[in-house]
């Protein structure tokens, strides 16, 4: 465990600011109930996935032993109980206003660190990793409601790259005593993974996109925003594995909705863009029932007939399909 003293937070440097009977060292009968208290902070970084469960049980077949390989490496750097910075921000609880805001090096899952706040009830905002996210920015710290994680790139979000991590704590500085205590921050975005099996059928392009999952988190209290934005899936790389024959897409983004917005909806989709070989395109959508959840991914897998149809082996995932499918809406609807 990593053990740093906050720069210039230190009780001594509180107490030199202002001259009062907390700086003056007067007697032990003072009245010291405005003094401001030292806050030892343990901070943990914890990983709660499904990662390694949907793996084994979805690519468990001979046949997908290359791909949940490539599936699994990929997953695995993303999946980390690690982060490299954590962005700590204090806010007077009364009225959300920032008291401070630092950024300590944790290069870990677990560091302390000591914190020096006036006489008040704070609440404390953690937020591991934001720094190293091109795809997230972190905004309106200035207040506790309005801090937020946003994904940038508007209707077309940006995939991201590291697990964002996020916590928060309730301190209490009225007290008498010197306070110790831990916040636990756990994992805010998610992965979705699409597997295609394309044996016995060539085709010039598949295209992923993820539907309705977030577009930001308000950390204050745990809750996402939706905008309709969507996500462009990359593709895995199979080049280094013998099987050649499946594809693999995955998309790292927030998570979607617990719950679908009406009865007969979807939770989230993704569409998928096959163009045979004769040029034209099928568009499929797979209408998903389980949600996408914070900290977990999940995997489907998928075969292709000879009209870019998608077999889909889950049997909850609906697929809504297009052919001749033509960009801006405009195509020639067979089916």
């Known amino acids: 465990m990593k053990h740093l003293k906050s720069a210039g937070l230190l009780c001594l440097c509180a107490m030199l600011a202002t001259m ?24 943990h970084v914890r990983l709660i996935t499904n990662k390694d469960v949907e ?91 309005t801090s937020r994680l946003t994904a940038n790139g508007g209707e077309t979000l940006q995939n991201h790259s590291i697990a ?16 110790a205590g831990d916040v636990y921050l756990y994992m805010a975005n998610s992965a979705a993974v699409l597997v295609i099996d394309t044996t016995g059928y060539q085709v010039q392009n598949i295209r992923v996109t993820v539907e309705d999952v977030a577009t930001a988190f308000n950390i204050a209290d745990s809750t996402y925003a939706y905008n309709g934005s969507s996500i462009e899936a990359r593709q895995i790389d199979m080049t280094s594995y013998p099987d050649n024959k499946r594809e693999a897409f995955y998309a790292y983004c927030f998570p979607s909705r617990d719950q679908a917005t009406s009865a007969d909806a979807p939770i989230w989709r993704m569409k998928v863009y096959i163009t045979l070989n004769d040029g034209s395109t099928t568009e499929n959508i797979l209408n998903i029932h389980n949600p996408l ?13 000879e009209k870019g149809v998608l077999l889909i082996a889950d049997p909850s995932v609906g697929v809504s399909v297009t052919f001749n499918w033509k960009p801006g809406g405009e195509y020639n609807p067979d089916f």
Do not use: W
């Open 164 to 179: 964002l991590y996020t916590g928060r704590a309730a301190l209490d500085a009225t007290g008498q005593k010197e306070l």
């Open 293 to 305: 959840m914070a900290g977990n991914a999940e995997i489907y897998k998928a075969k292709i007939d």
């Open 55 to 145: 793996v084994r049980t979805v690519l468990n077949s001979a046949n997908d032993q290359y791909v949940a390989m490539a599936v699994d490496n990929v997953l695995s750097g993303y999946f980390k109980e690690y982060a490299n910075n954590l962005d700590l921000a204090f806010y007077r609880t009364e009225n959300g206003t920032q008291e401070l805001n630092e950024i300590q090096p944790i290069n870990g899952n677990q560091a302390s660190y000591t914190f020096y706040l006036e006489h008040d009830q704070y609440t404390n905002l953690a937020i591991g990793n934001s720094d190293q996210e091109p795809a997230v920015t972190l905004s309106g710290k200035e207040t506790l409601t």
């Open 20 to 43: 009062t009977s907390c700086d003056n060292f007067l007697g032990i009968d003072d009245d010291l109930s405005d003094c401001g208290k030292n806050f030892n902070l343990n901070y």
